[in-house]
């Protein structure tokens, strides 16, 4: 992907070399996160849709279902569970995208944010306090 020309008669902007590609680095790892949150959420409905029609259906008891009602059923189904497979695998490829761009990231501690967040209240309290 190339970079669109400069138009005349202006500097680079502040976001030239190293700190361009920080910034996009910045930018990704935020993206695949998002990403992530809304294939979860489809995975969440699309799940739902399965278990809807299930809810409502009424068991046989010597009842005959049409071939085509239950082979219409059986499509549904079906294709309601491709989309899902399809959906875990691209949770899946988020996910790894995600691992990749955070690895060099520390995680933090929990005990760690407990301490500043209550350092946090502190201050806050102190300038309650003072106003």
Do not use: W
């Not at 992907?1 to 502040?14: E, K, Q, V």
């Not at 809807?52 to 569970?81: A, E, F, I, S």
């Amino acid at each position: 992907m190339s970079t669109p020309p400069l138009a005349a008669g202006r500097a680079p902007g502040p976001f030239a070399g190293p700190q361009a590609q920080q910034a996009a680095r910045e930018v990704n790892t935020a993206s695949p996160c998002r990403i992530g949150q809304e294939t979860v959420q489809d995975i969440v409905y699309r799940t739902l849709e399965i278990f809807q029609p299930l809810r409502n259906t009424q068991l046989p008891n010597g009842v005959t279902y049409h071939t085509g009602t239950y082979q219409d059923r059986l499509t549904k189904l079906q294709d309601r569970l491709r989309q899902l497979s399809v959906l875990s695998g691209e949770l899946r490829l988020v996910y790894d995208k995600c691992n990749e761009n955070c690895g060099g990231m520390d995680p933090i501690p929990v005990e760690k944010l407990k301490q500043k967040t209550q350092q946090l209240k502190q201050i806050v309290d102190q300038l309650r306090n003072l106003i």
